[in-house]
C-alpha cells in the first residue's frame, strides 16, 4: 500500500512539477470596452522571493494608447510613477519578500479597434533579480512560460470611433494666435472706392469754396458797376 502510494505521488510530481507554479502580473479593468475613457487599469505583480522584496514595476503600453494619456490611481507607499517614451515605471521602497506589488493607472481612453491589450512588464527586486514578464502567445507557443500581462476587451460601443478622442502624441499642433470676428471682418473688407467725402472735413470744403465762388462773383459785379459808373460821368 505504501508503495503503491509513493508511486502515486511520484506520477503527480511528474505531472504538475516539482515545485509551485511560476509567479507572474496580472491585470484587470474596471471597464474593459474598447473605445472607453477613464478607465482604471489595475496591476497584480506576485512576489516570488522570500529574501527580496520588488522594487519598480516597468510596463510597455499597447500601441493605441500614450504614456501622457496614463496617471497614477495608486500604488504601494512611496511608490511614483517615471514617464517613459515608451511607457511607464513606478517604482519605490523595496517591499516586503513574497508581498504582491499592486498598482492602478487611469488611461484616457482605450483603442477603440482593440480586442486585446498586452501589457509587457519587468519586475526588480532588491537584490537584482528581474523578472520579465514578456512573451506574447502565438500559434507557436501557446502557453509561454513568461507570459505578458493580457487585457480582453468587449466591442466598442456605437459611435465610439467618432467620440474617441486623440492622444498626445497625435494632438494637433497649437494653432496660431487667431483674430476676433471684428479684425476678421475689418481685415476681410475692401477699401471703399467712393470718391465723395461725407465727413465734416468734407462739408467745410464745400462750403469754403462756395463762399470762394459767391467773393469773386460780387467782386466781379463791382468792377462792372465801377465800369459803368465811368462811363455815365
Given at each position: 500500500?505504501?508503495?503503491?502510494?509513493?508511486?502515486?505521488?511520484?506520477?503527480?510530481?511528474?505531472?504538475?512539477?516539482?515545485?509551485?507554479?511560476?509567479?507572474?502580473?496580472?491585470?484587470?479593468?474596471?471597464?474593459?470596452?474598447?473605445?472607453?475613457?477613464?478607465?482604471?487599469?489595475?496591476?497584480?505583480?506576485?512576489?516570488?522571493?522570500?529574501?527580496?522584496?520588488?522594487?519598480?514595476?516597468?510596463?510597455?503600453?499597447?500601441?493605441?494608447?500614450?504614456?501622457?494619456?496614463?496617471?497614477?490611481?495608486?500604488?504601494?507607499?512611496?511608490?511614483?510613477?517615471?514617464?517613459?517614451?515608451?511607457?511607464?515605471?513606478?517604482?519605490?521602497?523595496?517591499?516586503?519578500?513574497?508581498?504582491?506589488?499592486?498598482?492602478?493607472?487611469?488611461?484616457?481612453?482605450?483603442?477603440?479597434?482593440?480586442?486585446?491589450?498586452?501589457?509587457?512588464?519587468i519586475e526588480?527586486?532588491?537584490?537584482?533579480?528581474?523578472?520579465?514578464?514578456?512573451?506574447?502567445?502565438?500559434?507557436?507557443?501557446?502557453?509561454?512560460?513568461?507570459?505578458?500581462?493580457?487585457?480582453?476587451?468587449?466591442?466598442?460601443a456605437?459611435?465610439?470611433?467618432?467620440?474617441?478622442?486623440?492622444?498626445s502624441?497625435?494632438?494637433?499642433?497649437?494653432?496660431?494666435?487667431?483674430?476676433?470676428?471684428?479684425?476678421?471682418?475689418?481685415?476681410?473688407?475692401?477699401?471703399?472706392?467712393?470718391?465723395?467725402?461725407?465727413?465734416?472735413?468734407?462739408?467745410?470744403?464745400?462750403?469754403?469754396?462756395?463762399?470762394?465762388?459767391?467773393?469773386?462773383?460780387?467782386?466781379?459785379?463791382?468792377?462792372?458797376?465801377?465800369?459803368?459808373?465811368?462811363?455815365?460821368?
Open positions: 500500500m505504501a508503495v503503491a502510494t509513493g508511486a502515486a505521488i511520484g506520477t503527480l510530481t511528474v505531472v504538475f512539477g516539482g515545485s509551485p507554479a511560476a509567479a507572474h502580473v496580472e491585470v484587470v479593468a474596471d471597464n474593459p470596452q474598447a473605445g472607453a475613457g477613464n478607465v482604471t487599469v489595475t496591476f497584480t505583480g506576485e512576489g516570488e522571493s522570500t529574501r527580496a522584496g520588488i522594487v519598480s514595476e516597468r510596463v510597455v503600453l499597447p500601441t493605441g494608447i500614450a504614456p501622457a494619456d496614463v496617471r497614477l490611481v495608486s500604488a504601494p507607499p512611496g511608490w511614483t510613477l517615471t514617464v517613459a517614451a515608451d511607457g511607464y515605471t513606478v517604482a519605490g521602497p523595496a517591499l516586503k519578500p513574497k508581498d504582491d506589488a499592486v498598482h492602478s493607472v487611469m488611461v484616457a481612453r482605450l483603442p477603440v479597434d482593440a480586442t486585446v491589450l498586452v501589457f509587457k512588464t526588480t527586486y532588491s537584490d537584482g533579480k528581474v523578472s520579465r514578464w514578456i512573451d506574447v502567445p502565438d500559434a507557436a507557443n501557446p502557453e509561454p512560460e513568461n507570459p505578458a500581462p493580457a487585457l480582453k476587451l468587449r466591442p466598442a456605437p459611435g465610439a470611433a467618432a467620440t474617441s478622442v486623440p492622444t502624441s497625435s494632438a494637433p499642433a497649437s494653432p496660431s494666435p487667431a483674430t476676433s470676428p471684428t479684425e476678421s471682418s475689418n481685415a476681410a473688407a475692401p477699401a471703399s472706392s467712393d470718391s465723395s467725402d461725407n465727413t465734416p472735413v468734407g462739408w467745410i470744403a464745400a462750403i469754403g469754396g462756395i463762399v470762394v465762388v459767391g467773393a469773386l462773383g460780387i467782386a466781379l459785379l463791382a468792377r462792372r458797376r465801377r465800369s459803368d459808373d465811368g462811363t455815365n460821368t
